[in-house]
């Protein structure tokens, strides 16, 4: 039912009466979120322990003189405050994104005179005027409508526009989707036709600003290794502060030198002090964020990175994320045979231009909606040079769609006057029924639509008549249609989808489709793309009548969720959070936007995808392209291996510093390290444990493995024996150095530097045999590790400064060393690079025999 208002004779509200429903109301926005200044942002941030933890250290260093270390950790504090600062800053923008999509510009009559004022302004009762391309400003409903279709997807997931209808002043109103509704909805897109229609919510009551709630409801996540890394940090500092004191009370109680106790307590601390674990940390996270923009992904929040590791369950949209949200011409049907156009060639067979020829006909010239602009450029292609293009034909009169008949047509004058041409196209159901076919034949054609709408295409028929010159008729059964054929039309796969699922199921990521769309559709391209289950479906009516243990039954086996609404989808994801899954969901729109943000990593389309998605989401593909989603559980997986080798690192290169420096002093013997040499090796393993690991290549099975068990901590036990004997292994190889140069008689400095000598020559083969898992030294050496070649070169160039340049090896206490010395050094080096390879050989035979 179509029904059209004079405009001239709608008043509106006038300006008192708007005033008064500002003041009731208020502005058709979202409220903003309360914003916190940039104090009290950096007093939260320094309530983490590791934050607390690098500020301690660094007024450590400055009580001891060392103000250049000092002041890189400050630098690091400022960072993380930094960056901290600004990801606040970012998850605050979703409301402010949703707020200015749902408040466009809008046309109202008000005073009796038509009026455009910004959307903001809408207030409940104003009646608003409706046209191609128009954002709807507010949700209303339809006073006067002439082929209105509504896009919707935004809020439903559904591709295709839907058509509405008048309101009879009864029905209530209704969510979001459907066809011949008398409702629209804030934030909606007209793509054809035009209305008047009347405002019945705005702002928070709105079905987007019911989004806007549920967004600032969800509550953002520490990840998991945020919070294993703060545990670590906190039993490393424990262990450190207990050995600290312990080595001031004996030094003290030991030698009655409380002063130089305190000061071999500062320099154990300066080796305990767990400053790397938060340094890493925030380089991997970084780094990993610009190694993804590389492969066309866009990180928003850096912790999300290392999650991708562990991703256990993608939930894809499939409007706009599997698909490429748009209309293409992919069959054609003609006498009862089918023919599929071939998008590379510039012609179609001669037996279907007039069914191009009268599609083209019964669209608008200008169109807005999506299937008349794939009909205008196919048109347009391959008819070009034929007789079937007919630019001097003018339209004079269009039958609108209408409830009551699912058809539009045109009525065409042709340049010789002789007669009318009509052009139909509309439901392959009414363009039969136009045409007043036999019994047979309709039966023939509806066969034929069975056929293509199993190949998941919308169908659509055309139809075409004649008519003399004389009054056009009211209805469109008083002219005598032809049936001529129909087309079909599908929302593309993305060619990548197919290989991407794939592997993610080889690397053990289940992919769930989450879509509004109809669950025959959604079953279609879940065989086409090689999903799991395809024929297992849970609609939207059927999921709101589980209960959430009912849910999480279910859906470990279901992976197609059709029909649904945006809680649902929030649902879905908190059911699979619930079932312990770690869960990742891609999506595009405003009614993905509470899933992604709730999602342990959201994912969102960069081209086509809402600023509400981009803003609520994790990360961002910036060029659409689903297989950056695999980049992106790659690099993840490798940015948790290498985070992982660098905290085995630091444990381990950490054992033989502290011992080295609390066991002297319990068992009586000369001092071996002083500051300056704590120093010198931190120069080595600051930027070893983070640039040079995270710069590492992936192992190769890093994607045909399954996700990492979630209870598996990042420093396992493994892990840590691990660590503990190569620790282990280095401080023996100092303790033995050490005493065997004083018992042949070397002084203090003879033996302090060859046992420096050996310490910084273990650290660089600690550095090189735990960058890999799975290769040996050399094939690690190959893999032209920048980082790691500067690392190197830099240490051994230090090294020979400090033992070689007399003001330097003063500074370190340091003996000058002859050849016999410097070969006994490195003889302890390679016996701890022997030891170490072939522990890593026996680790990857067992776990090949295992596999």
């Not at 405050?81 to 606040?88: A, K, L, M, S």
């Given at each position: 039912m179509e029904r059209n208002i004079d405009v001239e004779l709608i008043k509106g509200l006038s300006t008192l009466e708007v005033t008064k429903r500002l003041v009731k109301n208020g502005y058709n926005e979202l409220p903003a979120q309360k914003r916190r200044n940039i104090f009290l942002i950096f007093l939260g941030v320094l309530k983490e322990p590791m934050l607390l933890l690098l500020l301690g250290s660094g007024f450590i260093y400055l009580l001891i003189g060392e103000a250049r270390d000092a002041y890189m950790l400050l630098t690091?504090?400022?960072?993380?405050?930094?960056?901290?600062?600004?990801?606040?800053?970012?998850?605050?923008?979703?409301?402010?994104?949703?707020?200015?999509l749902s408040s466009p510009r809008a046309l109202v009559i008000r005073n009796g005179k038509e009026e455009r004022i910004a959307g903001r302004e809408v207030v409940v009762d104003d009646i608003i005027i409706l046209r191609e391309g128009d954002r709807v400003p507010a949700d209303a409903v339809i006073l006067s409508t002439t082929n209105l279709l509504i896009d919707e997807s935004l809020l439903t997931g559904e591709s295709i526009p839907v058509r509405k209808n008048v309101w009879d002043y009864k029905t209530k109103p209704t969510r979001p989707g459907g066809e011949d509704l008398p409702?629209?909805?804030?934030?909606?897109?007209?793509?054809?036709?035009?209305?008047?229609?009347?405002?019945?919510?705005?702002?928070?009551?709105?079905?987007?600003?019911?989004?806007?709630?549920?967004?600032?409801?969800?509550?953002?996540?520490?990840?998991?290794?945020?919070?294993?890394i703060g545990e670590i940090t906190k039993k490393f500092a424990i262990m450190g502060a207990v050995l600290c004191l312990a080595v001031v009370i004996i030094y003290g109680l030991t030698r009655g030198n409380w002063l130089q106790g305190f000061l071999a307590g500062l320099t154990l601390s300066m080796a305990m002090l767990p400053e790397e674990f938060s340094v890493v940390l925030l380089v991997f996270m970084t780094l990993g964020a610009w190694r993804m923009s590389k492969h066309k992904v866009l990180t928003r929040k850096t912790a999300a990175i290392e999650t991708l590791g562990a991703a256990t369950a993608l939930c894809v949209d499939k409007t706009g994320t599997l698909t490429l949200n748009k209309m293409q011409l992919d069959g054609m049907m003609d006498n009862h045979a089918f023919y599929r156009p071939d998008e590379t060639a510039q012609t179609i067979d001669d037996n279907y231009h007039a069914l191009m020829e009268y599609s083209v006909l019964a669209s608008q010239k200008d169109p807005f909606d999506p299937i008349e602009k794939e009909i205008k450029n196919k048109g347009e292609k391959y008819l070009k040079d034929t007789e079937h293009i007919h630019e001097d034909w003018h339209l004079i009169r269009e039958y609108p769609l209408s409830k009551e008949l699912l058809a539009v047509?045109?009525?065409?004058?042709?340049?010789?006057?002789?007669?009318?041409?009509?052009?139909?196209?509309?439901?392959?159901?009414?363009?039969?029924?136009?045409?007043h076919l036999p019994r047979e034949e309709a039966d023939a054609i509806l066969s034929d639509i069975k056929r293509m709408s199993q190949k998941g295409l919308r169908v659509i028929g055309v139809a075409k008549a004649l008519f003399n010159k004389k009054e056009l008729p009211t209805l469109q059964h008083d002219f005598a249609f032809e049936f001529i054929g129909l087309l079909g039309f599908v929302d593309p796969v993305r060619k990548s989808i197919a290989d991407s699922v794939k592997d993610c199921y080889g690397a053990g990521v289940r992919v769930i489709m989450i879509t509004g769309d109809y669950p025959g559709t959604a079953s279609f391209i879940a065989h086409e793309i090689g999903l799991k289950n395809p024929d297992l479906f849970i609609t939207g009516p059927e999921l709101a009548k589980m209960s959430h243990t009912e849910l999480r039954k279910k859906i470990g086996e279901v992976n197609i969720f059709a029909r649904v609404?945006?809680?649902?989808k929030l649902a879905i994801v908190n059911a699979l959070k619930a079932n312990g899954e770690i869960v990742a969901m891609t999506g595009d729109g405003v009614n993905d936007a509470p899933a992604l943000k709730s999602a342990h990593i959201g994912i969102a389309m960069g081209e086509r995808g809402t600023d509400v998605a981009r803003e609520s989401a994790d990360l961002v593909l910036l060029n659409d392209d689903f297989s950056s989603i695999k980049e992106a559980l790659r690099l993840g997986r490798r940015i948790f291996d290498n985070l992982q080798k660098a905290i085995a690192y630091i444990f381990a290169v950490h054992l033989p510093i502290a011992g080295i420096s609390f066991l002297p002093i319990v068992f009586n013997l000369p001092i071996v390290l002083f500051p300056a040499h704590i120093a010198f090796l931190e120069l080595i393993i600051d930027p070893a444990c983070s640039v040079v690991f995270e710069a590492e290549k992936e192992e190769r099975n890093v994607m045909s493995r399954p996700p990492r068990n979630l209870k598996k901590p990042l420093f396992d036990r493994a892990t840590f024996f691990l660590s503990l004997l190569q620790g282990l292994s280095i401080l023996t190889s100092l303790i033995i150095v050490f005493l065997l140069v004083l018992r042949r008689g070397g002084g203090e400095n003879d033996a302090r530097t060859i046992a420096f000598v050996v310490i910084v020559l273990s650290n660089l083969v600690l550095i090189i045999t735990n960058l890999s898992k799975t290769e040996h030294i050399f094939q690690i050496l190959a893999n032209k590790n920048k980082s790691l070649y500067y690392v190197l070169a830099g240490t051994l160039f230090f090294l020979l400064l400090v033992l070689y340049v007399p003001f330097l090896r003063s500074i370190f206490h340091f003996s000058l060393l002859h050849a016999n010395d410097i070969l006994l050094g490195v003889s302890f080096a390679l016996f701890n690079l022997v030891w170490f390879e072939g522990l890593k050989m026996i680790r990857v035979s067992r776990r090949t025999v295992t596999e």
């Open positions: 690091f504090v400022c960072v993380v405050v930094g960056i901290t600062f600004y990801q606040e800053r970012k998850t605050e923008r979703a409301l402010d994104a949703l707020k200015n409702f629209i909805f804030s934030g909606t897109m007209v793509t054809q036709g035009r209305g008047i229609a009347k405002v019945i919510k705005t702002g928070v009551e709105t079905e987007m600003g019911k989004i806007g709630k549920s967004l600032s409801s969800i509550q953002d996540e520490d990840t998991l290794l945020q919070k294993e047509s045109h009525v065409w004058g042709s340049p010789d006057k002789s007669s009318y041409v009509i052009a139909a196209k509309g439901a392959p159901e009414t363009i039969i029924d136009l045409c609404v945006p809680e649902q």
